[in-house]
């Protein structure tokens, strides 16, 4: 028996194992899904405005507002209406120009009154952040991003009351969107998950069924029925992802050498995937046991290696822990590659993630010439 | 017709507890499962604030030293690191801060002559939702340093009225509803293997002799009811213990709690009797549990995201059940709709996935 018999063997096996595919893609297919959630709630803040004075100053304070609409998603009603919306969670705040907001200006000390719904504190603080910079626009109006410049030319400042300007310089040309940035490790998990569950899975049903010890006593040599099957395994898994990939990039415009790498970086997660496999596997030697176990390892990897937190975030200790996660390499490799102009240390993301996935299909081959 | 239900039910609980006492493994690992969600959703929770930057002060100067404080002040956006040049552009380029906040020599002396000084923000514009942030950060700062010396000119200021006395912060918020996926994985994953292994293993059969589909589902679901009461306690006491979250009212949140425990188990149940594997079941479950808890108004309440995502959000029981937690816990409503509503909501979603559970298992018995 060849290399390829296994290999033949091994794809057969998985194009009748619906149950296990079923369950190793739908916990990253609701990762996704709850990354679209997630776009939702993200940046803009509903709020409704109430403008009691319709003066000129209160007019500008009020297109202010009404115009930054990548902070709020304004609401303009009386003050009645906007109780109503406050009491029945339609807004999570209101701002109210009062009636004597044109004459206060005049004086130098009006006020813009809001009331928030600090039910918990990240959306509070988003609002209390949009609020202040709406109001600061009042007497700066250039202050903040982007407009600085443009006003002043290159070398000069545009002076303001708070007499603090902002020169902004982004590292990027282009911003990538919330969606792009949280997908991109969506695709590693889906391979992740297949990979560590299917062959877990597979290989757990051959302890059990003492296939494996049958396989001892064929003239196939050990490396040709582990070559065999993990280059079932990385094939089954390439072709499922092979789809999220060219949408990848197609949508981030990546060439042919950022899109190879892309491709690089998802079968190397895969084989690693593969090689934490057979570890639990081994462990576990139940299917049931190591779906299981499969799934909850792939959660804490995913969440770990950064996929939706940035590990810059992250207190120390945990950075730590991180940086001995297989698929923090991954994850950062693949963010580099497709999002960055000049992607760096993906050479070192490259050589960690090949030495983890030799050493585990390494180590799991032993295991399993013991275990038959 | 009584005493066939009396004796299915106790049958079957007798029949779940025995094999759970073997399948200590299976049960270890749903602890596991359930106790990893509060683990994960707590490091999400760490990203919703305190951007890491690095701070270079090139002047040290009292007004230099007052914008430090004032970035640090400015609403929980900036975990600020002091360092030099150098070292910043490195640990920016390697992604490991998100903007490079540089304040130049002399702006003290320009902020005191009445000029205005430019601060050089680099920012790694990689992801819009982070530079949005930092975007909206930066100039709360500046408006908190300029109403800290009352500059002249300075003709408009804000005053924020809070419905709520005091803050709730993102991860306190967030672990008081990670408690419920808790419970939904152990106790749904518990029911839901219960019930399928029957016809995965071809004992279904025999449950067909004893005439009560509601008993044996009874049974299964009480206990999976009472492994799920036993699973959610250590994720209670770590939240009391190591997060320092204790309920306000205590009988609220057990009594909430045990509910999450029947409503969950009863959910597993009939997806238990729906797809008769368990390992699908179990996989749905767990997939199923993040993307549910994110339309429950775990984040925020689900309002704020627009009533189409809300009203999406009542085909989940979760929502109703994050609607009393949050409430028995920090006392928040979190739903516009009463209290009240939102327990009684738990009790039918518990009796609708009874009766389904039921139904399923009983057409599933007599097939």
Redesign the interface.
Known sequence: MTWSAVFRLDIARWRRAH??L???L??P???G??VW??T????R??VALVVEDHGPQATI?ANILTSDT??YALKETNLKGAERM???????AVIVIPPAFDAD?AK???????????????????I??????S?????APY???GG?RLQAGLKG????????????????KT????LA?ELAPVMLLVVLSVGTLGIGWLTAADIGSGALRLLRTTPASGLSVASGRVAAALCVVALIDAPLVGYAAWTEHLDLSRAAAVFGLVVLTAAVGVGLGLVVALI?RR???V???G??LC??LF??GGG????????SW?QTISGAVPTEYAI?GL??VM??AQP??VALDLTVLVSVAVASVAVAAAGIRRAA | MAGDLRSTCGASWRVELAHLRRSWLFLALAFVQGMSFLVLVSLFALTGSRAPTALINSDGSPPSLQFVKDLKAAHGSFSIRPMTAGQARSELDAGRIVAIITIPKGFGASVSRGETALLQVDIDNVDTDMTDDLERAVPSAIVLFGNHYHFAGIRVSSTEHDEIPHDTGYIEYLIVSSLALDVLVVAGVVAGAAVAREWESGTAAVWKTTGSATGFVLGKVAAASAVGAAGAVPPLLLVVLAYRVTPVDWGGAIATLAGCCVLFACTGAALGALIKRVVPTAALLFGLAIPLYMDSGALEPERFDGNKIWSLAHLSPLYSVVGVLEDVFHGLHVTPEPVTADVVMMVAWTLAMFITAGWLAGRRLSA
Request: overall charge negative.
């Open positions: 149950t296990m079923a369950a190793a739908i916990p297919l609701a990762m899904l709850f959630v997630l939702l709630s993200v940046g803040q509903p304070m990548d902070a406050l009491a029945s969670q339609q807004v999570a200006v130098g000390r009006a006020t813009v009154d809001f009331t928030l719904n600090n039910v918990d504190i990240d959306f509070g603080d988003d209390r952040r949009a609020v202040a910079r109001v600061a626009q009042f007497d202050l903040g991003f600085e400042v545009v002076p303001n009351p708070y007499r603090v300007a902002i020169a902004e310089l982004t590292l990027r911003n990538v969107g919330f940035y576990f299917p049931r046991l779906a299981m176990a799934t909850t959660s804490y969440f770990l939706f937190t940035t590990i810059a975030f992250l207190p945990l950062d963010r580099q999002f960055y760096e240390h």
